[in-house]
């Protein structure tokens, strides 16, 4: 087990920087994941500890050694992929126990360790079987299993769920979160979906075109959002963005009619924000109570809750309730929420305005 | 398709009964002629059941010649087998590690050399046999195996069969493989050639056949009969003199002798080599 450090790592293709400068700090037996929309950079960073894309600029550390100019064997860590590339031609057993075989090991550990990596991850009855006669699921498992008999100081994972179905995917999170908390081996994951992050990082790295937005706990990136992009993609319905202008202490006037209040601090009148709510803290109420009021456009019963589609001029808001009554298109809602749960960004640079 | 159409069905296996016959009869013919004896084969017409002599004029071909040609049968079976043998394994030895070369290494000048053995497909080995020619003859490798067999070896359409298929692998192979520790030899012989069996089976039978059925060089370069092939063999048996000179019986038993290997080795390797056209195994 170690810890991973990042210093200030650049990632340049050529002319073109993708990575610009990632400093976080992963403490030992910590799971971190990396989270943001395909393209910013996050598969690129996680493929840099692995040591399968080389280092521009900057340091990675595991556990005290810079691994900079090491090879993937030398890192002491373990990866699973994507599509799992497991060797089709090998039976569940030998995938497993391919990567001991090459360090060398005897026959005898080779075994022991499969075994036991086989009983944690219920592969036992499979050992024999090629990948091809698994399920996806299984497959999944397999990959872990290749990964964990090394004993490694860190895993990395690449979007291991992403080509899994919604129900086994819910599985597989809360098995892995099973895992780590069995083995405590610091964990690198990397997902563009912020539900996996949410469920299953100690800390997540919010990441947006190269840069680092935000590191903090779920809890933390949910309440606290540091950038307007952050405050988007962490929550799902996603934040609602509203546009405004200071209007005198507390207050923000909103482009298309309406006064919102807010706890943040002095906002200069007529300064362009960005209002930020999230779609669960919109509460409607009576009209003189309202922040804004807006027309229904959609509902979306999901069930236990509904989503309420609102048109508040050229922008757009989500309102989510407790299942309850009937909604009708066309009609208008008055809607409010509580001061403190109203977040201003910059509507330049995104940045959060507290 | 599903069809119930009796005279359908009748008129296509007419026509499939037609088409087999028409590939069959020669085939026929020369076994036929290979159990008769000499003057038999002559007659005209010649008969088309089987005679007597099966075991006669095989015995004797396969131990003494016939014709022209001293050399016995066996013997070029022997040349024709190894010569066969070395041209497929070694082709495709050489195809999948240029292949190999090609996909999973950046070097200098790499679409180039991609490119020149691309380019070397469309010339077929009679346009470049004199210069070839040359440069055996001076290495004094006539009449002998190496001779035979290395300039026959490269192999621009095995290397490319190969660069497409290696291409199918995802990189995370590779890149799983290094996480594991395997450098770029052991990635090649634990993952990379056990993928590639299907294709090195279909391939070994198309360079099977095609060593076996080798003509124009081995006729350039032999000169001893020791070191002659079946194909070769069958030509000198054939003497210059007109049919009555000709061991016809005799000749007729080497043919079918010579289609044999290439027979057997397609019937084995069947399900390899279908598998190896058809499949992507991933």
């Not at chain 1, 909604?327 to 809607?335: I, L, Q, Y």
């Amino acid at each position: 087990m170690a810890k991973v450090e990042f210093r200030n790592v650049r990632k340049s293709y050529g002319a073109l920087q993708v990575i610009h400068g990632v400093d976080a700090s992963v403490a030992d037996g910590e799971f971190i994941v990396i989270v943001g929309p395909s393209g910013c950079g996050k598969s690129t960073l996680l493929r840099m500890v692995a040591g399968l894309e080389a280092i521009t600029e900057g340091e990675i550390a595991i556990g005290d050694r810079v691994v900079n100019a090491l090879e993937p064997k030398d890192r002491d860590i373990a990866m699973v992929f994507q599509n799992y590339a497991l060797y089709p031609h090998m039976s569940v057993y030998d995938n497993m126990a391919y990567g001991l075989k090459i360090r060398g090991m005897s026959k005898t550990d080779i075994d022991e360790r499969v075994k036991r990596a086989a009983g944690i991850l219920e592969l036992g009855p499979l050992l024999d079987r090629r990948p091809r006669q698994l399920s996806g699921g299984q497959r999944q498992r397999v990959a872990m299993g290749r990964a964990i008999v090394r004993e490694p100081k860190v895993f990395l994972f690449d979007e291991p769920l992403s080509n899994l179905d919604a129900k086994l995917r819910v599985q597989m999170r809360f098995e892995i979160q099973k895992l780590h908390r069995q083995l405590g081996t610091t964990a690198l994951y990397v997902t563009h979906d912020q539900v996996e992050a949410m469920t299953l990082a100690h800390r997540m790295i919010v990441m947006n075109a190269g840069r680092a937005e935000q590191v903090g706990t779920p809890m933390e990136v949910y309440d606290d959002p540091a950038t307007r992009f952050v405050a988007g993609f962490i929550g799902s319905p996603s934040m609602n963005f509203l546009s405004g202008k200071g209007a005198g202490t507390g207050r923000v006037a909103l482009a298309h009619g309406g006064i919102v209040r807010h706890a943040n601090g002095q906002v200069d009148t007529g300064r362009d924000v960005v209002v930020g709510i999230r779609p669960e803290h919109l509460v409607e109420c009576g009209a003189p109570d309202a922040m804004f009021s807006a027309v229904v456009e959609l509902v979306e019963q999901l069930g236990a809750d509904t989503l309420v589609h609102l048109r508040h001029g050229e922008d757009a808001a989500v309102v989510r309730q407790p299942h309850s009554r009937q909604r009708e298109a066309g009609t208008t809602m008055h809607v409010t929420a509580d001061p403190a749960r109203v977040y201003l960004f910059d509507a330049g640079s995104g940045a959060r305005i507290r | 398709m599903i069809e119930n159409r009796p005279g359908l069905t009748l008129v296509t296996h007419a026509v499939l009964w037609g088409g087999v016959a028409v590939l069959a009869f020669p085939v026929w013919v020369t076994f036929v002629a290979s159990t008769l004896t000499a003057e038999q084969v002559l007659a005209a017409p010649m008969p088309l059941l089987p005679g007597g002599r099966f075991f006669e004029n095989y015995v004797e071909v396969l131990l003494h010649g016939a014709g022209n040609s001293e050399a016995p049968a066996w013997r070029m079976m022997v040349n024709s087998f190894v010569t066969a043998m070395v041209i497929a394994i070694g082709k495709i030895a050489i195809s999948l590690l240029s292949a190999f070369a090609i996909v999973y290494f950046k070097f200098p000048f790499r679409m180039f050399f991609f490119w020149m053995i691309f380019v070397t497909l469309m010339l077929p080995v009679e346009v470049r046999i004199l210069p070839t020619y040359k440069v055996v003859s001076d290495l004094a490798l006539l009449d002998s195996y190496t001779g035979l067999t290395l300039p026959l070896i490269a192999s621009a359409t095995a290397t490319f069969l190969f660069r497409q298929f290696f291409l199918t692998i995802p990189d995370e192979l590779a890149e799983a493989a290094r996480v594991d520790g395997a450098g770029p030899m052991r990635f090649f012989w634990d993952v990379v050639v056990p993928m590639s069996r299907t294709s090195v089976a279909a391939l070994f039978v198309i360079q099977f056949i095609y060593g076996w059925n080798q003509y124009l060089w081995p006729l350039l370069v032999t000169t001893q009969e020791s070191y002659y092939t079946v194909a070769i063999g069958i030509k000198r048996m054939i003497a210059g003199g007109g049919d009555a000179a000709t061991e016809w019986h005799l000749v007729m038993a080497t043919a079918m002798l010579a289609m044999v290997p290439p027979a057997l080795v397609v019937i084995l390797m069947q399900k390899w080599f279908v598998k190896g056209l058809v499949d992507t195994e991933k």
